[in-house]
């Protein structure tokens, strides 16, 4: 079954103390993407990458990072959150013109 | 700058009438135009897309239209459904960055029995 997995799925966190939100997808996607969704904004896209070891940051990339060392997975990284990254945040892998989503991690950041 | 943006955030139906869910868009230059329904707890699902060479596209129970002219998207679902209830989001695929999705902001839709 295609699918995006993503972990943890809630977190609740302190300022500033390093966390990792793991993404995997096992469709061999080139193209993965993180989004976050807060109310009345909408998804805004973090980061992508169009293949390993290229990433590229998107509309809404301060206060994250990202890796690709291996096609499967994608995870984002928080060096120190604060608390306007409290959010709902989407791993998405894709091909053009479709898009399959993670079930979401949501964190909040105190 | 360039956006995606809906007509109308809320929708509300009663079941087994027909649902159009609007969708204005700026970028000509995108290459896909992609509808997403997403359920309370869940991830964005993907539910239809259509090719920026296309004006028209069905699905099951779905049907997408393209207006290049207006920059007009729209998602029609025949004989809405209690499951059918969520929020629908239009996104776009845009070049930058190889296979961005630009998405709007979306509309709740709402079935009643």
């Known amino acids: 079954e295609a699918q995006v997995t993503q972990n943890p799925r809630y977190l609740i966190t302190v300022t500033g103390k390093k966390l990792t939100v793991t993404c995997s997808q096992n469709?061999?996607?080139?193209?993965m993407s993180w989004y976050r969704q807060d109310p009345g904004l909408g998804l805004r896209q973090i980061y992508y990458s169009m293949n390993v070891e290229v990433t590229d940051k998107g509309d809404v990339p301060e206060g994250y990072k990202v890796s690709r060392k291996e096609k499967r997975n994608f995870p984002l990284i928080l060096e120190s959150p604060s608390p306007n990254q409290t959010s709902l945040y989407f791993c998405?892998?894709?091909?053009?013109?479709?898009?399959?989503f993670g079930p979401g991690t949501r964190l909040t950041v105190t | 700058g360039e956006s995606v943006g809906l007509h109308l955030p809320t929708l509300s139906v009663q079941e087994g009438d027909n649902s159009i869910i609007n969708c204005a868009y700026s970028n000509s230059a995108s290459d896909y135009f992609i509808w997403y329904k997403q359920e309370s707890g869940k991830g964005p699902q993907f539910i239809i897309d259509i090719r920026s060479n296309m004006d028209k596209r069905q699905g099951q129970r779905v049907t997408v239209l393209l207006n290049k002219t207006v920059k007009h998207l729209s998602l029609q679902i025949a004989a809405t459904q209690p499951g059918d209830s969520a929020v629908y989001f239009c996104a776009e695929n845009t070049p930058r960055g190889g296979y961005a999705l630009n998405f709007g902001k979306g509309t709740s839709l709402l079935v009643t029995p």
């Open positions: 998405a892998s894709s091909l053009p013109g479709t898009g399959y």
């Open positions: 469709m061999n996607h080139e193209y």
